[in-house]
Nanobody
């Protein structure tokens, strides 16, 4: 089992920045690729970013490429999502997930999920 706890969400104005954190506990952290997904009201949960267990490979949704950066600190069992140039359409609950070691864009390849943290971007 892997337990995931997100933090760092909040209310920010358009153009601002936030950094989300996801602390993992349980099994060996480096065995897992980590992903961030988000879900806006009335919409399906969508892929945002992923990183491989080693941290060498990263993947981004087109909508956040160039604005968001995923990283991980394996010594701290933590993955981060730095979000810059935020837009109102980034408003959603953001979820951290642990899954296949290579990282993945697909929800089905993640086995463990956090409870989510709300990000609200005002215009």
């Amino acid at each position: 089992q892997v337990q995931l706890v997100e933090s760092g969400g909040g209310l920010v104005q358009a153009g601002g920045s936030l950094r989300l954190s996801c602390a993992a506990s349980g099994r060996t952290f480096t065995n897992y690729g980590m992903g961030w997904f988000r879900q806006a009201p009335g919409k399906e949960r969508e892929f945002v970013a992923a990183i491989s267990g080693s941290g060498y490979s990263t993947y981004y949704a087109d909508s956040v490429k160039g604005r968001f950066t995923i990283s991980r600190d394996n010594a701290k069992n933590t993955v981060y999502l730095q979000m810059n140039s935020l837009k109102p359409e980034d408003t959603a609950v953001y979820y951290c997930a642990a899954g296949r070691s290579y990282g993945s864009r697909f929800r089905s390849e993640y086995d463990y999920w956090g409870q989510g943290t709300q990000v609200t971007v005002s215009s």
